[in-house]
C-alpha cells in the first residue's frame, strides 16, 4: 500500500526558513521516478492549493505565491521529495501535504507550518 509520510513542519518567526520531507513507502523498486509528485498547502478556512509539484519533464512547476522563495527537489535513492521554504511569511501558515497525482492518486497526512509575525 503506497503511503505518504511528511515531515518537518514548524513554528517559525517572519523571514524564517524550513524544509518539508516527504517519504514515500509501499511502491516498488525503481518505480519512484514514475510518480508525479508535489506538496499542497490549506490554511483554516481556505481550499487546498497547489504550492509545487513536478510535471511530466522532471522539472519544477511553481506557484505563483511561491516562486524565488521555495525550492522542491527530490532523492530518487531516498524516495522521496522535498520543500525547502525561505523567507516565510504569516501569508504561508497552513498544513503543507505531500501529493502522488498519478496512479489513482495519494494524500499524507500533512504537516503544520505556522509563522508568525
Known amino acids: 500500500q503506497v503511503q505518504l509520510v511528511e515531515s518537518g513542519g514548524g513554528s517559525v518567526q517572519l523571514g524564517g526558513s524550513l524544509r518539508l520531507s516527504c517519504t514515500v513507502t509501499?511502491?516498488?523498486?525503481?518505480?519512484?521516478?514514475?510518480?508525479?509528485m508535489g506538496w499542497f498547502r490549506q490554511a483554516p478556512g481556505k481550499q487546498r492549493e497547489l504550492v509545487a509539484q513536478?510535471?511530466?519533464?522532471?522539472?519544477?512547476d511553481y506557484s505563483e505565491f511561491v516562486k524565488d522563495r521555495f525550492t522542491l527537489s527530490e532523492d530518487s535513492a531516498k524516495q522521496a521529495i522535498y520543500l525547502n521554504m525561505t523567507n516565510l511569511t504569516p501569508g504561508d501558515t497552513a498544513t503543507y501535504y505531500c501529493?502522488?497525482?498519478?496512479?489513482?492518486?495519494?494524500w499524507g497526512q500533512g504537516t503544520q507550518v505556522t509563522v508568525s509575525a
Open positions: 509501499g511502491i516498488k523498486p525503481l518505480a519512484f521516478n514514475t510518480y508525479l
Open positions: 501529493n502522488i497525482r498519478n496512479f489513482g492518486g495519494y
Open positions: 513536478f510535471n511530466n519533464f522532471g522539472t519544477a
